[in-house]
């Protein structure tokens, strides 16, 4: 947190977080301070975005206790992507991809319809992560394969 570059941070899976470490969320989302036998970090002004797999707030109550829980300002259930917000992500993602390409490189690319195969099964793709790895990792494929038979 010293290190940060902005007052948003995020910590991924607080559901994992063991309960002996409540106390320091109780000061941080209080004062806006962190301090231990070391550090004193100032987070006034902090946004917090936390990730979890809780299912609702009755669950997060349960699992974190009345006292945090109360603490969390909003809670947002997550959705999964349309199919045109998918389409959006992995157009841009083969963008960036092919981006680096030359001209040669990129007819092949352009020639084996990746980008379009990609586009008309988006909705298989539930997770944007392994999606992006996908798309990065046939276009290099195609391109190592290409290389190879030549």
């Not at 992500?89 to 092919?98: F, L, M, N």
């Not at 992006?132 to 394969?145: G, I």
């Amino acid at each position: 947190m010293l290190s940060r570059e902005s007052n948003i941070v995020l910590i991924d899976e607080f559901d994992k977080v063991h309960p002996n470490f409540y106390n320091a969320f109780y000061e941080v989302f209080d004062e806006g301070f962190y301090r231990d036998l070391n550090y004193s970090v100032n987070l006034e002004n902090t946004v917090f975005i936390l990730t979890s797999n809780f299912s609702s707030d009755d669950e997060l109550e349960k699992r974190v206790g009345p006292a945090i829980a109360s603490r969390i300002g909003k809670s947002i259930i997550f959705e999964y992507l349309d199919e045109e917000s998918i389409r959006k992500i992995i157009i841009k993602h083969y963008e960036d991809v092919t981006n680096e390409l030359d001209e040669e490189e990129m007819q092949i690319i352009e020639d084996s319809k990746l980008l379009s195969w990609y586009l008309n099964k988006a909705l298989a793709f539930k997770n944007i992560r392994i999606a992006k790895s996908n798309v990065e990792q046939d276009v290099f494929d195609l391109l190592t394969d290409e290389k190879l038979n030549n």
